[in-house]
């Protein structure tokens, strides 16, 4: 792999757990995504009543100042609890740094760089409340070593990936992930039924936020649904793999896992040899089904993960015939800009899928990336773009290329 070079695009920071080390972020895109852009709106419009509702408030300094004491009383127990032989210098020092961010706080001057007296990135002191040096002012050093840190990190996310061709019975199941940077936040899964009577569980989601920040949320995800669709599978013989509690049970985890802000749309969903699929979004963007009848959509059932942690979310269920595929994408596709700034939009991937009913996965998905190429000229992608193609094939339509 081509050594990762930062530029000023790219952001750097560095992020922290005063007990655990330091931890790095590096921030690639100044987009949001989906996810980002819902839980920051002031007013929200409810699924499925069109009630508007109060959004969550962004994360402000009294919201860091608890997280800030909550790490101080851990870190002087650690102080008290340790025995006399072992060094507590860096607890100490610590400490040290977390006291006098509470005292920027009282004096007002929290979130200053010390360097420019510029303002430290709202997401770095999320990630990090000691941080106190803006993106524009770290070393060269302490960008060189992050650099070869995000390298790392890209080959790990990858490896998390599944297969991009899948089957299972007659599902037939490939994907495209390009991620704007070396990393990404957007997650994708195919979990096979540990019984071949089982069901194939499908996923596809955009973490709110950029960079190493939204990538480790996603190998979060990725984690967390591995072992609840496990879990789930265990009990198949017991009435099924239940995505709502699914949902439920992640959504729950989520909320208490990570910190305030933090947001993912996601689309989950189970495919049997019957041809059934049960599918549920937890604020996601709508699904794409392509049928021999034309195209339906299939659009969010509850709230984005993270937002509120009894969110409900309920299950949808569509029989899929011989030739139906179901689309599943990012806004990184949907939201492709062309030089003149106009977006790619649903409604002509729709277009693209629905003209190709019946094509095999990997050909579909290969019209539908060129047309979105197309339409950016060449330019950049300016957010993560991934497209996920469920089809449900016959033996008669089996193309010499798969």
């Not at 008290?80 to 001057?109: C, K, N, R, W």
């Not at 949902?247 to 909320?255: D, G, H, W």
């Not at 139906?324 to 030089?339: F, H, K, Q, V, W």
Request: hydrophobic share 40%.
């Amino acid at each position: 792999m081509a050594p990762v070079s930062l530029n000023k695009a790219e952001s750097v920071v560095l992020a922290g757990n005063p007990i655990e080390g330091r931890k790095r972020e590096i921030g690639m895109q100044e987009t949001d995504g989906v996810a980002t852009r819902m839980a920051r709106r002031l007013e929200e419009v409810h699924i499925e009543t069109g009630v508007e509702t109060p959004a969550m408030p962004e994360v402000s300094e009294p919201y860091i100042r608890e997280q800030l004491e909550k790490r101080r009383g851990e870190l002087q127990a650690t102080i008290s609890a340790a025995p006399p032989a072992q060094e507590t210098a860096p607890f100490v020092e610590l400490l040290q740094e977390v006291d006098s961010a509470i005292q920027h706080i009282h004096d007002g001057t929290y979130g200053t760089c010390v360097v420019c007296q510029g303002t430290v990135e709202q997401e770095r002191l999320i990630a990090n409340p000691l941080a106190r040096v803006c993106l524009d002012c770290l070393s060269t050093e302490e960008r060189r070593a992050l650099e070869g840190d995000l390298e790392l990190a890209s080959v790990v996310q990858r490896g998390l990936l599944p297969k991009k061709a899948t089957r299972f019975g007659n599902w037939h199941i490939h994907y495209e992930y390009k991620p704007a940077g070396p990393v990404s936040g957007d997650y994708c899964d195919l979990i096979l039924p540990l019984e071949s009577d089982g069901k194939l569980v499908f996923l596809l989601g955009d973490v709110a936020g950029k960079g190493m920040a939204a990538a480790l949320l996603m190998t979060h995800l990725h984690a967390m649904f591995r072992s609840l669709a496990n879990i789930g599978s265990e009990a198949e013989a017991n009435g099924g793999l239940d995505l709502e509690k699914l949902l439920a049970t992640a959504n729950r985890v989520f909320c208490e896992s990570t910190f305030a802000g933090q947001y993912a749309t996601l689309i989950c969903g189970c495919a049997s040899k019957s041809g059934e699929i049960e599918i549920a979004s937890a604020g996601h963007l709508p699904a794409v089904m392509v049928t021999r009848d034309g195209v339906k959509h299939i659009h969010a059932t509850g709230l984005p993960l993270g937002m509120f942690s009894t969110s409900p979310y309920l299950v949808q269920r569509v029989k899929m015939e011989p030739g139906d595929s179901l689309l599943l994408y990012t806004d990184g596709i949907s939201e492709a800009r062309n030089p003149t700034g106009v977006e790619y939009g649903m409604k002509r991937l729709a277009s693209v899928a629905g003209e190709r009913h019946g094509w095999v996965p990997q050909e579909l998905l290969a019209a539908c990336m060129r047309d979105v190429a197309g339409h950016c000229s060449g330019t950049h992608p300016g957010d993560d773009q991934t497209l996920m193609v469920i089809h449900r094939s016959d033996s008669a339509s089996i193309s010499l290329s798969d």
